[in-house]
């Protein structure tokens, strides 16, 4: 065995460790993107081969074996091991760009943490309660109406209410998508000191997007289907945040090819944004439709 795979080996043994003693299972979500970088700056000097995804499949199943439960094992497997393969595939490519490399990774963790739903009962749970918290806040707040008026806002606030609980693996995907940020802004320039985060400013979406919005609203408005009219709203609010978000990067974009500086830049469209939140989104509707800043990256 060789210097570097008895690297490999003593890093599988820790992360064993930490598994065992269900480190993955309390802190997971707040670590993946710091448990990844091990990976990364690994498999800059060594090519990810055979040995290496054997090693790690011994090291999920001796951690699933001798794990009370498994939880911790499929953590390991679908939010560390298989978010780090992808990233030093995609950071050994490099036609693949920094916008691409989230959104393949945001999907992957995103799946990772759906199917670890057990996992995250507690920020389920937390989620439901800060919705109702909120929802008692605002029936308080609204004391001072009249019979009529309390009638109605407390018809929207149930419904608001019951919308938002709907909705939380679109929740769940924002944080995927945030984690996947960090892990970006983490591991980056380990494997090319020369690649820069103005990447993030030139790409849009596909236009087949807008395919998942009608089909997002088929699927909520019509089906008489339950999970699919979950499906549905869930893929709808999906669809809107990513089109809000290449809508907030393309308005920055814009603005710094003028020359803007791009720390007052982002100060003045977060400032923007409170007041008009629904242009980002129709910004970056517009551009996935005409590609107004000529992008050639397409996600």
Known sequence: MNDDLRSRVLMSAIYLILGILSFYSYLF?????????????????????IQHILLDSLTILLMAILNPTTSDAIIYATLVILPAYILVRCYKEKEVKLPQIIMYLTVTTWVGLVIQMGAIDHYIYEYYTLIDEATIQMQIAMSGFSATEL????????????????????????VANLLSFITILLT?????????????????????TLCLIALGWIW????????????????LVI???????????????????????????????IFFAS?????????????????????????
Request: no cysteine; net charge positive; charged share 10%.
């Open 151 to 174: 009638v109605y806002f407390n018809e929207i606030l149930t419904l608001q209410n019951y919308i938002l609980k709907l909705i939380y693996p679109t929740f769940i995907f924002v």
């Open 188 to 208: 980056y320039k380990i494997n090319d000191k020369t690649t820069s985060l103005s990447q993030l400013l030139e790409y849009r979406l596909n236009r087949f």
């Open 275 to 299: 007041f008009m939140p629904w242009f980002f989104l129709i910004y970056g509707l517009i551009d996935t439709v005409f590609n107004v800043r000529k992008v050639k990256v397409v996600i």
């Open 29 to 49: 979500i707040l670590f993946i993107p710091v448990l990844i970088i091990p990976f990364i700056k690994y498999h800059t000097t060594n090519s990810l081969n």
């Open 220 to 235: 909520f408005n019509h089906s008489m289907d339950y999970s699919l009219s979950v499906i549905g709203i869930n893929l």
């Open 239 to 269: 669809m809107f945040f990513l089109y809000s978000l290449t809508g907030f990067f393309g308005i920055v974009s814009l603005v710094v090819m003028n020359g803007r500086s791009l720390f007052m830049t982002f100060i003045a469209i």
